[in-house]
């Protein structure tokens, strides 16, 4: 799972790395996603989006990508996130 924020958005992207194909994607700026709340809080909302696509794609195991962030605030809310919807590092 890679990740990238923004000031306003956060995006994530399951990627095959053998393949060089994006296999999932998921934002804050998909359609039919609306979240009322802090930033943190969409982050997390953002994870489990990107964990229900990817159980209904049969992927339960990824590695975490942080894109050189630190592991706090908004990426950490996305990990727990997608911790929370059944992915696991």
Not at 47 to 70: I, P, Q
């Amino acid at each position: 799972m890679v990740v990238y924020r923004s000031n306003k958005e956060i995006y994530c992207q399951l990627i095959d790395d053998l393949n060089g194909h994006t296999l999932l994607a998921a934002s804050s700026r998909d359609k039919g996603f609306s979240f009322s709340g802090n930033k943190v809080g969409q982050a997390k909302a953002v994870g489990k989006a990107l964990a229900e696509k990817a159980k209904s794609a049969n992927l339960s195991t990824v590695v975490f990508d942080r894109g050189g962030y630190l592991y706090h605030g908004r990426i950490k809310a996305l990990a727990e996130g997608a911790r929370e919807g059944g992915l696991q590092f």
